[in-house]
């Protein structure tokens, strides 16, 4: 028996950017000759379209989609490895040593199953994820959505897509990103990638090539852009450049600091003054994390931006914003638009919570054929779910001062607050650059969470995370002295009810912590 809705008034729908028909429960195999007949084709359809829109493949989808739901619901909060699934994680945790040379910093392999902020690993133990791949699992684990997507994918013809051949789906994701940008901005063009570096590289190219060849780069202290030789020579991060040769001039300028307040923005424009002076004509660009990631979660007020940006403008600089953490997470799809920057920009790029990566730019800095290219762009699979996810995010409420990215940070916020209130011996004043002393314990924005614990000090830090983790939380540190823990927590799914369950597991893990 086939059970098919009823069909009348419907139209062929598009799900996560792929073709889908009705939805069709099929309760037995269907004759080969009812197949054989589905597989002819009417005037307005590809055989890729008219599979992809297949019932039978309907069918099977919605069944997965059920069973994993079904599944979901055993997984509500954190609990404790089963001890007969121990040896299995312990001889999975040796090959990865094995084969990279080096263990993981933490004893962390899934089991490709989850349930939103929750996490199940190869020995049964379900953890809270609050760090999700640095940021990248926005919708946190087996989100079914995502899960529908790539499936859809594993049906197109290519597992990775390039510059070279690409599909219709490639052609969506930078549509989109291109469209969202020039709302708000004078970009006009999107080349994809398949890593956050990598868009940093032809950004980099870019605005090289607008400069002809300008060798100097202004960036920020405590900035991080990516782990490529230059990118990591970029980053103000001596221990990720150990060993590297320095071929990549630099300039830093001081990030703003919120203890200076105004002083702070003279500071860096001095700096940049300087820079200009020093080396006329020699930068290609200054580039800017709106809110530094690695560095700490430091945030900065558009005054400051817009002081800095204008001078860089002034003297031919070109103006790149790194929006590969933030991309998604404040109270804008783009950073830059919250901060209403988008007039200054030359050069964006985004990744992480996209899935695949991109380098958007102005019509004006558009390159040269030959300069921007790659064998892979990403996966099908990453360009299904970065549309899906980028449509979610349109249309989800995720945005403006009472969106859900804001009503998230607000119960972080509350909740890490009281937590400071109730444990002062844990949280003594954090040095500053300026030398003096803060109690700014609590901070960052959207889904970009700071707690400051133990003086900012990385050996107890260290000794946190690692309580965490067997505790039952995932967390991440930031900064570079004071460090910090980094929550980047998966807000398109958490729930603010849910860092209810999430401090009392570290109430517990900071009170063995010492």
Known sequence: MILVPPTEGLEERTKNGFPTSPTVLCSEPRPMSTISKSTALNTTQTHGSALRGS?????????????????????????????????????????????????????????????????????GSVKWDLI?????????????MLVEAMIRASLTDLVMQGNLQYNEESI??????????????????CFVTNSGCMANEAALKVCQQKTNGAPRIIAFADCFMGRSTTM??????????????LNVQVDYLPFYDP????????????????????????????????IQGEGGFNTAPREFFVALFERAKAAGIPIWDDEIQT????????????????SYLDVVTVGKITQACACLFTADFNPRAGLLSGTFSA???????????????????????????????????????SFVRSHPQWFPALPTAAGGQSRRFVAGTGGMMRLSPFGGSKEKIGRLLNNLFEDGVIAFSCGHGPYHLRFLPPIGVMQPAQFKSVFEIMERSFARTT
Request: aromatic letters at 8%; proline letters at 2%; hydrophobic letters at 40%.
């Open 379 to 417: 996966s099908s699979s990453a360009f299904a779910t970065g549309l899906a996810i980028l449509r979610r995010l349109k249309s989800g409420g995720f945005y403006g001062e009472t969106g859900l990215n804001a009503q998230l940070f607000e119960a972080f916020r509350q909740h890490a607050e």
């Open 232 to 245: 990591s020579q970029i980053g103000d991060t001596a221990a990720y450049r150990q060993g590297v040769a």
């Open 55 to 123: 019932p039978t493949v309907e069918a099977a989808i919605q069944s997965i989609l059920a069973d994993l739901r079904a599944r979901q619901e055993k997984l509500t909060g954190a609990q404790p490895a089963t001890s007969e699934l121990q040896d299995t994680l312990d001889a999975w945790l040796r090959r990865a040593a094995d084969v990279r040379g080096r263990g993981g910093l933490y004893p962390y392999v899934g089991s490709g199953f989850g349930h939103g902020a929750l996490v199940e690993l190869a020995d």
């Open 259 to 290: 203890d200076l307040g105004e002083r702070s923005v003279d500071l860096a424009l001095w700096q940049l003054e300087q820079c200009i002076h020093r080396y006329p004509g020699q930068h290609c660009a200054l580039v800017a994390e709106l």
């Open 172 to 189: 969506a994701f930078a549509e989109f990103l291109r469209d969202e940008a020039a709302a708000h901005s004078r970009l006009a063009h």
């Open 132 to 144: 999700n791949g640095i940021g990248v699992h926005m919708f946190g684990h087996s989100d079914p």
């Open 327 to 342: 991309f998604g997470r404040t109270q804008s799809m783009f950073c830059f638009e919250q901060l209403d920057l988008g």
